[in-house]
């Protein structure tokens, strides 16, 4: 299973980079806005610093002005993902750009046939949005379970990332279902590794160190 990193701000990659659990970065006009300053720049350290795909997203809607605005993202870096909207238009993109041989990841998928026809269109990613489903009182991860049923009917080779990750029970659950991808913010890649047993577990053994030093 990969682990992409969902943030925009450098440093953080870097830390996650150090930690061994950045195989790509996924962002998005939300997080790139949190770090006030010209997106560009951002997207050109970002690229940069990261060996793995680096998602970053189209802002305009209609499919020319998608397609020529990934060509831009994608000279930018051979690791270059592209974003791309799951619209009528951005499908249409996905199938242009796909036979360019520029790498795309659908976003904002909320449903599995959404999933299914990104698939169908060459995309290379789709990014199913766990947490804001959950956020409407329904199981988010029930839609990554179905993508991954009819990706592995059809033996599409399009990814499944696991997006829109709020906790570690979400990373646990993306894990169990076999999906390929989750991309977690930093925050939540920081829980993964902690366990309030854990630290009792340290402060004791030092503790009792301490006596038999004495
Ligand atoms: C995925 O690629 C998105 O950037 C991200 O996971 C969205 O998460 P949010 O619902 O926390 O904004």
Partial sequence: MKFFIDTANVEEI??????????????????LS?????????IGEILSVVDGPVSLEVIATDTKGMCEEARRLASLGTNAVIKIPMTEEGIKAVRTLSRE???TNVTLIFQPVQALIAAKAGATYVS???GRIDDI????MDIVEDILVIFSNYMFETEVIVAS???PLHVLQAALLGADIA???????????NHPLTDIGIERF???????KK
């Fill in 14 to 31: 870097k830390k996650g980079l150090e930690m061994g659990l950045v195989d790509g970065v996924t962002t998005n006009p939300t997080l």
């Fill in 34 to 42: 949190k770090e006030k300053k010209n997106p560009d720049a951002v």
């Fill in 101 to 103: 041989g520029i790498k």
């Fill in 128 to 130: 199913p949005f766990i």
């Fill in 137 to 140: 009182s329904l199981r988010g």
């Fill in 165 to 167: 990750i709020r906790n």
């Fill in 183 to 193: 991309t977690i913010p930093f925050n939540v890649l920081k829980q993964l590794m």
């Fill in 206 to 212: 030092l503790k009792d160190w301490q006596s038999i």
